[in-house]
């Protein structure tokens, strides 16, 4: 079913409930070339009989600089023009790469994404946000430029390792406290398994229920100026630790939403029963609750964190769940939090 969907900058093709073989009623293969990891490719190699194909080590150490590079100089051997479509197939890291890499190469050729992961489906392929790394800062370079396609095709996640649905689920759960309460009430009824289960259509629910409401936000703020911001609810923190200690994205993103409500039961009102209640949901969807790191370290990181301004960072948090809200804090509030957190573990 493809559904064209209007953002600021462009529109983008949503291809739901498609499978990948669907691609090639709408693009012509010999102007695609295929950007993914050596598990994917080794897993859905029929998939990819006679397409050109660029394969990266399947690592978030592969998001960076280095790797645009490569992946550059790798285009111009195959002679890529300005009707090359590069077509991301993986989870977010690829996405990330491929829209990185799209948006510059030639000053920027067409791309599109097949999400493979979970997370990547309710989050990291949508609203054209495309960045890499350098070092232990995360994202900290990027581009806004949106795809040309989403194509969805859920048979993908049949070989997903159930630990990345686990890191899927953290993002769900974001959308739930920033956004959706009747949603982080559904969650809070089900499991994994449950989602899991070909018999319902549970899952393909929750994708488009998710999906929606990042077309929503990023409809109303692409640059991230306003609304935008409140999706990175939980990321603040993560993002400070996850490359410190390679720990997934979800799973600091779960680690992160603690700390997030543990600030906003000082700063926003929030309940202190809501931080029980998320920590509960993220262990019944097997997420972490604790994670030992170095706060002073972490706080190192986080000072360069893109939502600084001057000596605060605007921080995402709760009045309740499903509504968040932005405020200014001082890195020493910052910094409390994550010591209380440590020192809780
Ligand atoms: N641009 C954005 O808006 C945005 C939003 C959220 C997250 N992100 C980024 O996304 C990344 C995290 O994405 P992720 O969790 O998908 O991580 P990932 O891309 O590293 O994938 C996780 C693991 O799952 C494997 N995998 C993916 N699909 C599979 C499948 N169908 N079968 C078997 N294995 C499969 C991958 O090979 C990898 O080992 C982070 O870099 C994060 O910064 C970006």
Redesign the pocket.
């Known amino acids: 079913m493809l559904q064209k969907i209007n953002f600021p900058s462009g529109s983008v093709n949503f291809l739901f409930d498609s499978s990948f073989e669907e691609l090639w009623q709408h693009y012509d293969q010999q102007h695609v070339v295929i950007i993914t990891?050596?598990?994917?490719s080794k897993?859905y190699a029929r998939l990819f009989k006679g397409l050109k194909m660029l394969v990266l080590p399947?690592?978030?150490s592969s998001?960076d600089l280095h790797t645009i590079g490569s992946l550059s100089r790798q285009l111009i051997d195959l002679k890529a023009t300005r009707q090359t479509i590069l077509v991301g197939v993986?989870?977010?890291?690829?996405?990330?790469i491929t829209?990185f890499l799209a948006s510059v190469y030639l000053r920027g050729v067409r791309f599109g994404f097949v999400?493979?992961?979970?997370?990547?489906m309710v989050?990291?392929?949508?609203?054209g946000?495309?960045?890499v790394?350098s070092g232990m800062h995360?994202?900290i370079l990027?581009t806004v430029t949106q795809p040309s396609f989403i194509l969805y095709d859920t048979r993908?996640?049949?070989?997903?390792?159930d630990d990345?649905w686990s890191?899927?689920f953290a993002?769900i759960i974001k959308y739930a406290c920033i956004f959706d309460a009747e949603l982080f009430e559904d969650l809070a009824m089900h499991n994994i398994s449950y989602y899991q289960d070909e018999d319902n259509d549970a899952l393909n629910k929750l994708i488009t229920r998710c999906v929606d409401w990042k077309i929503k936000t990023v409809q109303e703020d692409e640059k991230e100026s306003g609304i935008r911001k409140l999706l990175n609810f939980g990321h603040t923190a993560a993002h400070a630790i996850e490359n410190l200690y390679e720990i997934?994205?979800?799973k600091a993103v779960g680690m992160g939403m603690i700390i997030a409500c543990m600030i906003s039961a000082d700063v926003s009102g929030l309940e202190k029963v809501v931080v029980e209640k998320l920590k509960a949901l993220l262990a019944q969807y097997h997420l972490p609750v604790k994670l030992k790191f170095n706060a002073a370290k972490a706080m190192e990181i986080l000072k360069m964190d893109k939502k600084r301004v001057d000596d605060n960072i605007d921080y995402i948090v709760l009045e309740k769940t499903g509504k968040a809200v932005v405020h200014s804090l001082p890195f020493d509030t910052i910094e409390k939090a994550l010591i209380a957190y440590d020192s809780n573990n």
């Not at 990891?37 to 994917?40: L, Q, S, T, V």
């Not at 999400?115 to 990547?120: E, N, V």
């Not at 993908?156 to 390792?161: A, R």
């Open positions: 990891n050596e598990h994917i897993l399947a690592s978030e998001k993986g989870g977010g890291v690829i996405t990330d829209g999400p493979t992961s979970l997370l990547a989050d990291a392929a949508v609203g946000k495309n960045g790394n995360k994202n990027g993908f996640l049949d070989t997903l390792p990345e890191n899927g993002e997934p994205h979800g």
